[in-house]
């Protein structure tokens, strides 16, 4: 569904399950950070509603989004999280470098989740403006760091459903 058509912050609250004993990895890119430490703190924020413990949130920075990818696999291999939700924001200029970036996350996401034994939640924004950046870092379609948090509660607990 197109964002336009859905705010990325609503959620029915009973859907989510608690997050009191789990555990959370953040990546975040310092690359747009005014957007991203937006997105940081919609997850952050929504991982708190949720009963997340405040020192069960590690936030580690990787230098821009294309490191995202690198920096989850460092939180899988060298912490205990049971998820990892990545964050960063990329805005289309004038190169083909937006299409690069874009792809090699979107494909390292896609490995990570198949390699590891935890959800890796791509929170990567992929917009073609500043502003539509800003509007989905808090503004008018909601905070897409809230939406990486509430699917990296339902993929923790889905995945502990099956134990």
């Not at 580690?60 to 060298?78: D, I, N, Q, R």
């Amino acid at each position: 569904m197109a964002t336009s058509l859905k705010n990325l912050s609503d959620y029915n609250i009973a859907d989510v399950p608690s997050g009191k004993d789990m555990k959370f990895g953040i990546v975040v890119s310092e690359w747009n950070t005014g957007i991203t430490e937006a997105l940081f703190n919609g997850a952050y924020n929504t991982l708190i509603k949720h009963e997340v413990k405040e020192e069960n949130i590690i936030k580690k920075y990787v230098p821009g989004s294309f490191e995202l990818t690198a920096g989850a696999k460092y939180l899988a291999e060298f912490t205990d999280v049971d998820a990892v939700i990545c964050l960063g924001c990329v805005i289309q200029g004038e190169t083909p470098h937006f299409d690069f970036v874009c792809h090699g996350v979107t494909q390292g996401m896609t490995q990570l989740n198949m390699k590891y034994n935890i959800p890796f939640i791509f929170g990567l924004l992929t917009t073609l403006t500043l502003e539509q950046a800003q509007d989905r870092a808090g503004g008018k379609h909601g905070n897409k760091g809230d939406e990486g948090a509430i699917t990296a509660l339902k993929m923790v607990d889905f995945k502990q459903s099956l134990q």
